[in-house]
């Protein structure tokens, strides 16, 4: 396999063409964004410790039977995934309510979610990721009714297994974000799952352990990635 053009670079992972149209490079940058890109500063290590984190993760979803993007790493900062077209939606589970919805509705932070909540939202930053329903994703054309219904079933079941997965570690999966697209016609998981786009907390102190830290300025944002890789058993 030979790398080959950049295709597109996002604010925290570019794409390079590989001599085979159905696979690509993902390459993890030590970039850390939020508020849309609003912020964007330099974390060390981070590429490489989410690089690690996504493979270990997506190999875990994989052997439990949920389609995924991911091929191999490749080197520290690289994996090798499936050329997928993206679905321009984020699944978002939440078992625990905190951020967006806990500005949206008014509820606790902290206050335990049954039966978890499901919510989409369309990825588009210029418009600050908006909030959108099943309506609007086959309205506009985002994806089919059937393919909406898919990536709703698979964030589910990736919730039983990455809920356990942490709490075994004695960490609790406050909620997180999924992406898809589609390969050969089917919807796989893709994009990456790391603590840039998941809530991770300790569960006896309930200490952050994700991009909060970063989003709020609490410092030791890499420290923490990595204490939840070694708790889960990624090898760094
Ligand atoms: P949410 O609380 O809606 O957003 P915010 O981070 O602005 O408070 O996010 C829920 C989870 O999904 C959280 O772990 C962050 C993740 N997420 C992303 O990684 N990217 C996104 O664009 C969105 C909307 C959520």
């Known amino acids: 396999m030979e790398k080959r053009q950049e295709l597109y670079a996002g604010k925290a992972k570019s794409v390079f063409a590989t001599d085979d149209s159905d696979y690509v490079v993902l390459s993890f940058r030590d970039d850390t964004s939020a508020f849309d890109g609003?912020?964007?500063?330099?974390?060390?290590?981070?590429?490489?410790?989410?690089?690690?984190?996504?493979a270990f993760i997506m190999q875990y979803l994989s052997d439990a039977?949920?389609?995924?993007?991911f091929e191999k790493l490749l080197n520290a900062n690289e994996s090798l995934v499936k050329n997928m077209k993206m679905i321009p939606v984020e699944c978002v589970v939440r078992n625990?309510?905190?951020?967006?919805?806990?500005?949206?509705?008014?509820?606790?932070?902290?206050?335990?979610?049954?039966?978890?909540?499901?919510?989409?939202f369309l990825k588009n930053d210029a418009l600050h990721d908006p909030m959108v329903n099943e309506y609007h994703i086959e309205t506009f054309g985002w994806a089919k009714a059937e393919d909406v219904t898919k990536m709703k079933a698979l964030t589910f079941e990736v919730n039983a297994k990455l809920k356990k997965l942490f709490a075994d570690a004695g960490m609790i999966l406050v909620d997180y974000k999924l992406e898809f697209g589609l390969f050969k016609g089917e919807v796989i998981l893709g994009d990456e799952f790391s603590p840039d786009g998941c809530r991770l907390w300790d569960a006896q102190t309930r200490k952050k352990l994700d991009k909060d830290r970063f989003r709020q300025g609490l410092g030791g944002v890499i420290e923490a990635y990595e204490e939840v890789a070694q708790r889960i058993g990624v090898p760094l």
Request: glycine share 10%.
């Open 96 to 120: 625990v309510a905190s951020g967006s919805l806990v500005r949206r509705l008014g509820v606790e932070d902290g206050m335990e979610l049954t039966p978890p909540v499901f919510e989409f």
């Open 38 to 54: 609003e912020r964007i500063e330099q974390l060390n290590r981070k590429g490489e410790v989410n690089n690690k984190f996504n």
């Open 65 to 69: 039977g949920i389609p995924t993007h």
